[in-house]
């Protein structure tokens, strides 16, 4: 119910400025925090908007209460402070998003049509004192149409350069960048060990920026159908971790 | 449109200029560039090979290949310099610290930060001097000493060692500094004496010229090298004090009239002790001593000048002047003296107690990477927790006692003996005696015996009282010898002096004295309340008494910056050590001496300090480095550790007592023992890079394959490899690791014997090593928490023995907390976010009360009139409760859950710039939390308090006649003003970690706010609390740490 509520204000709020075309996120721009009352930390159930985007956060494990902190924005520039107990990224200074204590980031657009995702950035986000792993973090990306899942892409984030976590531009496959999709999940699971990669103890923590999305073309569009989804039918499918 | 279209950027840009004005006043800075120091760079720079010297091998500063590299260096400083072109450039470093001391604007402090070739900027801080037969206590000179084993055809006495000193100058007339002897063997400048000492080999030093001090006179081949360092202090301090020698390595006069007087005399003590010649006839006080000698009195011996001194009609030992060494000038110091090829530095100056990110600590990294071995003064705070110099790379001594004991008798007219501390050297025969409390003008109490202005319950000496007698006095508050000096002002004649507690001292007075314990003391008042006592006082003898003793004013442990790693390392003779030091020298002579007309006379002081407990184990540094000269400074501190015997017990109460670690570190040093220590626990310049990337990753600036990623970060500092083990919080079972090397000559099996310490079961495996000399081993040992109470150390220990070398390191534990989380988070601006780990020991849901942002109560103004006390003497006039004339009792009643209560004070608040206010707070249970700077940057707080009566306590220290203060205070309850908001992970885990925020906005501008939350259990019970200071007004406050200068010591009593 909260969801359909905060879009259906979000699109209302829309209503006139003609439909988005191809955007980035950058987290740079005008951020509505409405729904995330106690932003910058974001918790479970919390939504943010920007670029004619919604982010919201989620807490997948069992007993999940709304307020759970799973993510933050964070300001680079000031990420000596920001980050007092936590290593985020050195590489930059905007703004960005980090998902903590595995959470799940998924993004939609406001208009609730679909879009196609090319390329972002990540970089993985340690606990302070922790010893990590060359890989150390698997980054699965999910995109969903309004009832399905329609692919899922696996990327790993390294450990520390020089002591250092720094942001890398991952780009998906040109066929899962075709694909038009409603929503798009950030899956991140931390290594523990050369084989073992987990999303159960806190650990998988990542940043995320420059979120680069495109417009599917008319044909496609058309083909796929896909483009009248109501923005009440978002399928609660990230709850399961 | 948007619902709120305010850009995040923009919210952060203005919250971080509104708040600000950005000063334009100049301070000197310490500006470290990213990329290693030559005296420790392995390569890893394209184009410039490694510089650092291997293993046993010395740092040639002229070398092609160091010349090139630092070429580099200075071509990356002047880009860096280019950056702040209006800056003055205070000093260049390149050997230890890879950097420059700026004079910078705020501006350009930013400016610097936003470049990358900048690893870190640090404020300049001016830092403290902390203050013989010692050589025959250590056992150097006893026969099979290693005085008398021999090395390559040398006797093991520091031949060829060259001991660099950073203090406060030297005095090169003392015979310890002489290079010649005469015909029965004594050290002495005469030139008809025979040279006994060769050029150097391998000194790249220098003598340099300046007032006072020629080379060609002053250094000579023991003396090797004097240099002095004043860029620093010149940029802070104007005005030299007229007791110093402008721009020269002579150490400054100690002489001057009352309010006027000088400091001089440490460097020439710290360098005597450590490298001094022997058979130097010591005359104390016009009393022969006998010989002094250093510990290694073959060294050679180089002087580092940075501590000056300057006016100061505030200061508190009422000497009008000064004495302080800027961080800058020390770090040119060290710079200097590794180019020069020193073995081993001395350095008794304080220190940081929480950082190892100092740029001394730093600096003392790069030398120890080079392979000097550097000894530190663990401070002169104690018994309060605040010891100094953390690094593990330094070995930190504290101070004790030695055996020799002056002793003088008291003889009473009933036949009783009594025997203390004496230096009389005028026996008085029989003659009346009364006590102080019934010696008061007017029928008050005089028994503390002041000569001037007694404080309130106090009343002077009535000399109708007093005439023809001894006086029984009691020990506290003023200086002993304040005691003495009242007794003769009325006309007294004798002076037994009741100890307090602290310990006796031997020391000159003005009428004879001696110096009796609390309980013969009060043995002695009793009788003298009978009918006509009297008794004689005899002249002083040489005694023994049991050694060693810690003494009461070495600064104890727990380390402040790390509870995993023990500080100090271990202690050595600091009481009552008989050195070289200036003549106190009027205007007229000291004159004299500046322009050459006149050389003045060797002379000796007892002197008490952790400054004067550091030189002899820089001393035996040396003795150890001449034995070994392939031990690395981590291999001759673990000789020195693992070889300790323990100290008597000093009878102080609970952490500060001297049998526990936290005083004596291992313990007393046993130099025989320590040349042959069986095995070492080495560490070298990979294993500092590892430990570095764990506490300090940002300092850890080399290129691969030395920096963190490739060498990865150790996993916790309880593996640190020390010669102890010290773990601050075992969380159901911990396990710690240790290597240890066979230094032993030949293989030998070493089997354990562990001390479990209380609380806990310990396993250590393997059951045994067997080790070919120069193998290494590992073992580890398994701590299990077994009914050990909350928060409570147990104290343990381990004995590897192989039936001949006994290898015996401390075990300490306590129990951990099931959750762990920063105890401060700090900001400046009117709205922050702070991401934070935290350790938990459990699965579940973790809870939190949450209280703030509370901004300030400034109290009412309260007026005091100064007058110095310790930290010991605050908490006593605290636990009494009642206001004095120079102390302010503040009682705050705190309610239950309460989240923090901190107390402040600022320098912005006080009457007169430059007063020196202090500060303690008395908890319902006794405990005593205290806060000594220089200046009035004061602040105390506790977390989580329980609910009661509390006393805050505010000294006027030093300063104006009349000193003003308001009183800062802050009382976050759970449901104090909002502003501040907490988030938690929806579940934690048991040895996990999780992320927590905090995030505060909606603070007004020039605020000082406390928040903070409080982390609770599965049960709801509060396991950690984390405190958050805002202060949105100006940059954040400078806190100078005072450390007690062995001057302050003996005035303070």
């Keep these: 119910m909260k969801k359909m509520l905060k879009t259906a204000l979000a699109v209302a709020a829309l209503a006139g400025m003609g439909a988005a075309q191809s955007a980035v996120l950058t987290f740079d721009g005008a951020i509505d925090t409405t729904f995330a009352p106690f932003a910058p930390l974001l918790g479970h159930l919390d939504e943010i908007q920007t670029d004619g985007f919604w982010v919201d956060m989620y807490n997948t494990k069992a007993g999940a209460a709304a307020g759970d902190l799973v993510g933050s924005l964070v300001n680079g520039a000031d990420k000596a402070f920001t980050c007092a107990g936590l290593v985020c990224p050195s590489n930059n200074t905007s703004n960005y998003l980090v998902a903590l204590n595995d959470g799940l980031p998924d993004i939609g657009r406001l208009d609730g049509k679909t879009f196609q995702v090319t390329q972002f950035d990540a970089s993985f986000v340690a606990a302070s004192g922790d010893v990590v792993l060359p890989t150390a973090l698997l980054l699965r990306v999910e995109g969903y149409s309004a009832t399905a899942l329609v692919f899922q892409q696996d990327f790993y984030l390294p450990g520390p350069v020089s002591g250092a976590y720094n942001f890398a531009t991952y780009a998906l496959s040109a066929a899962n960048a075709a694909i038009p999709i409603v929503d798009i999940a950030f899956r991140g699971y931390a290594c523990t060990t050369a084989t073992t990669c987990t999303r159960s103890i806190d650990k998988a923590q990542f940043a995320l920026d420059n979120i680069t999305t495109a417009v599917p073309e008319a044909s496609t569009w058309m083909m796929m159908g896909l483009g009248l989804a109501a923005f009440g039918a978002f399928a609660r499918r990230r709850n399961t971790a | 449109m948007k619902l709120r279209p305010v850009s995040l950027?923009?919210?952060?840009?203005?919250?971080?200029?509104?708040?600000?004005?950005?000063?334009?006043?100049?301070?000197?800075?310490?500006?470290?560039?990213?990329?290693?120091?030559?005296?420790?760079?392995?390569?890893?720079?394209?184009?410039?090979?490694?510089?650092?010297?291997?293993?046993?091998?010395?740092?040639?500063?002229?070398?092609?290949?160091?010349?090139?590299?630092?070429?580099?260096?200075?071509?990356?400083?002047?880009?860096?310099?280019?950056?702040?072109?209006?800056?003055?450039?205070?000093?260049?470093?390149?050997?230890?610290?890879?950097?420059?001391?700026?004079?910078?604007?705020?501006?350009?402090?930013?400016?610097?930060?936003?470049?990358?070739?900048?690893?870190?900027?640090?404020?300049?801080?001016?830092?403290?001097?902390?203050?013989?037969?010692?050589?025959?206590?250590?056992?150097?000179?006893?026969?099979?000493?290693?005085?008398?084993?021999?090395?390559?055809?040398?006797?093991?006495?520091?031949?060829?060692?060259?001991?660099?000193?950073?203090?406060?100058?030297?005095?090169?007339?003392?015979?310890?500094?002489a290079d010649r002897v005469d015909g029965n063997g004594v050290p002495t400048h005469d030139l008809n004496g025979t040279q006994v000492y060769g050029a150097p080999a391998g000194w790249a030093g220098a003598c340099v010229p300046g007032t006072g001090f020629s080379p060609a006179t002053h250094c000579n081949n023991k003396l090797i090298g004097a240099r002095y360092f004043n860029t620093g202090f010149k940029a802070n301090q104007p005005v030299l004090h007229w007791t110093d020698f402008a721009d020269s390595p002579r150490?400054?006069?100690?002489?001057?009239?009352?309010?006027?007087?000088?400091?001089?005399?440490?460097?020439?003590?710290?360098?005597?002790?450590?490298?001094?010649?022997?058979?130097?006839?010591?005359?104390?006080?016009?009393?022969?001593?006998?010989?002094?000698?250093?510990?290694?009195?073959?060294?050679?011996?180089?002087?580092?000048?940075?501590?000056?001194?300057?006016?100061?009609?505030?200061?508190?030992?009422?000497?009008?002047?000064?004495?302080?060494?800027?961080?800058?000038?020390?770090?040119?110091?060290?710079?200097?003296?590794?180019?020069?090829?020193?073995?081993?530095?001395?350095?008794?100056?304080?220190?940081?107690?929480?950082?190892?990110?100092d740029p001394v600590e730093q600096a003392f990294l790069k030398a120890a990477n080079a392979g000097v071995f550097?000894?530190?003064?663990?401070?002169?705070?104690?018994?309060?927790?605040?010891?100094?110099?953390?690094?593990?790379?330094?070995?930190?001594?504290?101070?004790?006692?030695?055996?020799?004991?002056?002793?003088?008798?008291?003889?009473?007219?009933?036949?009783?003996?009594?025997?203390?501390?004496?230096?009389?050297?005028?026996?008085?025969?029989?003659?009346?005696?009364?006590r102080a409390e019934d010696a008061g003008m007017g029928g008050g109490n005089a028994n503390l015996c002041f000569s001037s202005s007694p404080p309130a319950g106090q009343v002077l000496l009535d000399p109708a009282k007093v005439a023809g007698k001894i006086v029984i006095c009691t020990r506290g508050t003023n200086a002993r010898v304040d005691k003495s000096f009242a007794?003769?002002?009325?006309?007294?004649?004798?002076?037994?002096?009741?100890?307090?507690?602290?310990?006796?001292?031997?020391?000159?007075?003005?009428?004879?004295?001696?110096?009796?314990?609390?309980?013969?003391?009060?043995?002695?008042?009793?009788?003298?309340?009978?009918?006509?006592?009297?008794?004689?006082?005899?002249?002083?003898?040489?005694?023994?008494?049991?050694?060693?003793?810690?003494?009461?004013?070495?600064?104890?442990?727990?380390?402040?910056?790390?509870?995993?790693?023990?500080?100090?390392?271990?202690?050595?003779?600091?009481?009552d050590i008989i050195a070289a030091v200036t003549a106190d020298l009027g205007m007229a002579d000291k004159d004299a001496v500046a322009n050459g007309t006149l050389t003045p006379p060797a002379q000796f002081a007892s002197y008490q300090g952790t400054s004067m407990s550091s030189p002899h184990v820089a001393g035996i540094g040396a003795l150890l480095r001449q034995a070994h000269p392939t031990w690395s400074p981590a291999a001759i501190k673990s000789a020195l550790m693992t070889t300790t015997t323990t100290t008597l017990n000093d009878g102080q109460p609970g952490l500060a007592n001297g049998l526990l670690p936290w005083a004596q570190g291992t313990g007393h040093i046993v130099p025989n023992k320590a040349t042959d220590p069986g095995l070492v626990f080495d560490n070298g310049p990979t294993d500092w890079i590892r430990y570095q990337c764990k506490v300090n990753a940002a300092a850890v600036t080399t290129p691969a394959p030395n920096n963190c990623a490739t060498l990865g970060a150790i996993d916790e500092t309880y593996n640190v490899n020390i010669p102890s083990i010290t773990v601050g919080a075992v969380t159901g079972t911990t396990t710690v690791t240790r290597k240890v090397k066979n230094v032993g000559g030949s293989t030998a099996t070493y089997t354990p014997t562990i001390v479990a310490p209380t609380g806990f079961t310990a396993v250590v495996?393997?059951?045994?090593?067997?080790?070919?000399?120069?193998?290494?081993?590992?073992?580890?040992?398994?701590?299990?928490?077994?009914?050990?109470?909350?928060?409570?150390?147990?104290?343990?220990?381990?004995?590897?023995?192989?039936?001949?070398?006994?290898?015996?390191?401390?075990?300490?534990?306590?129990?951990?907390?099931?959750?762990?989380?920063?105890?401060?988070?700090?900001?400046?601006?009117t709205s922050g976010t702070r991401l934070v780990t935290v350790k938990t020991g459990f699965a579940g849901k973790m809870t939190a009360n949450k209280g703030g942002m509370v901004p300030v109560t400034l109290g009412a103004q309260v007026a005091l009139a100064p007058a110095a006390m310790t930290s010991a003497g605050l908490k006593t006039a605290c636990t009494n409760g009642n206001d004095l004339a120079n102390v302010k009792v503040y009682n705050v009643a705190i309610p239950a859950g309460t989240i923090a209560a901190r107390f402040a004070l600022r320098d912005a608040d006080v009457g007169t710039a430059g007063d020196d206010n202090d500060m303690g707070m008395l908890t319902p249970d006794g405990t005593w939390i205290y806060s000594g700077n220089d200046g009035s940057n004061e602040g105390v707080e506790i977390a989580s308090p329980a609910a009661g009566n509390y006393k805050v306590c505010v000294v006027a220290y030093g300063g104006a006649a009349s000193m003003t203060h308001k009183l800062s205070s802050w009382v976050v309850g759970a449901g104090?003003?909002?502003?501040?908001?907490?988030?938690?992970?929806?579940?934690?885990?048991?040895?996990?970690?999780?992320?927590?925020?905090?995030?505060?906005?909606g603070l007004g501008a020039n605020g000082r706010y406390v928040g903070g939350a409080q982390f609770k259990d599965l049960g709801g019970v509060v396991q950690a609390t984390t405190l958050v200071h805002v202060d949105t007004g100006a940059a954040p406050l400078s806190e100078p740490a005072k450390d007690l200068s062995p001057k302050a010591l003996a005035k303070l009593d």
Excluded at chain 2, 50 to 62: E, I, K, L, S, V
Excluded at chain 2, 518 to 547: E, H, L, N, Q
């Design chain 2, 9 to 177: 950027a923009a919210l952060a840009l203005f919250a971080g200029m509104s708040t600000h004005a950005i000063a334009q006043e100049r301070r000197t800075y310490i500006v470290q560039l990213a990329g290693e120091p030559a005296a420790s760079y392995a390569g890893g720079v394209e184009g410039y090979a490694a510089t650092r010297p291997t293993d046993g091998a010395r740092f040639n500063y002229q070398n092609d290949t160091v010349q090139a590299y630092v070429n580099y260096l200075e071509g990356k400083q002047r880009s860096v310099a280019a950056i702040v072109a209006n800056a003055p450039v205070i000093a260049s470093y390149t050997t230890v610290l890879n950097g420059m001391a700026l004079s910078l604007t705020e501006a350009e402090v930013m400016q610097l930060r936003a470049s990358p070739l900048v690893a870190d900027i640090q404020a300049d801080e001016p830092r403290q001097l902390l203050t013989t037969t010692t050589s025959k206590f250590l056992g150097l000179s006893a026969p099979g000493g290693l005085w008398s084993q021999t090395v390559g055809g040398n006797l093991n006495k520091g031949e060829n060692i060259i001991i660099g000193v950073i203090d406060g100058g030297i005095w090169p007339e003392n015979p310890a500094f």
């Design chain 2, 374 to 434: 550097v000894a530190a003064s663990a401070g002169n705070s104690g018994p309060a927790q605040a010891v100094a110099h953390i690094s593990p790379w330094l070995t930190t001594v504290a101070a004790s006692t030695h055996d020799r004991f002056n002793q003088g008798d008291v003889n009473l007219g009933n036949g009783a003996k009594y025997s203390g501390a004496s230096l009389n050297v005028t026996p008085l025969g029989s003659s009346p005696m009364i």
């Design chain 2, 487 to 575: 007794v003769a002002q009325a006309g007294g004649v004798g002076m037994v002096m009741a100890d307090n507690g602290s310990g006796l001292v031997a020391e000159a007075h003005s009428v004879p004295t001696v110096h009796v314990s609390a309980a013969d003391g009060a043995a002695i008042k009793t009788y003298a309340m009978g009918a006509s006592p009297t008794g004689a006082i005899s002249a002083f003898y040489a005694g023994s008494v049991p050694a060693p003793v810690m003494a009461s004013f070495s600064s104890r442990g727990p380390n402040a910056g790390d509870a995993n790693m023990l500080k100090p390392d271990l202690t050595a003779p600091g009481v």
């Design chain 2, 976 to 1001: 104090a003003p909002a502003g501040l908001n907490v988030m938690l992970p929806g579940q934690v885990f048991a040895a996990g970690t999780a992320t927590v925020g905090f995030a505060w906005s």
């Design chain 2, 765 to 829: 495996a393997p059951a045994s090593l067997t080790l070919a000399d120069g193998a290494v081993g590992t073992f580890t040992v398994k701590l299990t928490s077994a009914g050990a109470a909350d928060n409570t150390w147990g104290y343990g220990s381990l004995t590897w023995s192989d039936g001949t070398h006994n290898v015996k390191i401390p075990v300490t534990a306590r129990a951990g907390k099931a959750i762990t989380a920063p105890t401060l988070l700090t900001g400046t601006t």
């Design chain 2, 251 to 357: 150490d400054s006069s100690a002489g001057g009239p009352a309010g006027n007087s000088g400091h001089g005399g440490h460097g020439s003590h710290t360098s005597s002790t450590a490298g001094g010649n022997s058979l130097n006839p010591a005359i104390v006080s016009g009393i022969a001593m006998g010989d002094a000698s250093g510990m290694a009195p073959r060294a050679r011996l180089a002087m580092y000048k940075v501590c000056w001194t300057f006016p100061n009609p505030a200061a508190t030992d009422g000497t009008g002047s000064q004495n302080t060494c800027y961080t800058s000038d020390s770090v040119s110091a060290i710079d200097k003296a590794v180019q020069d090829g020193v073995h081993v530095l001395n350095y008794s100056i304080s220190g940081s107690q929480t950082s190892v990110n």
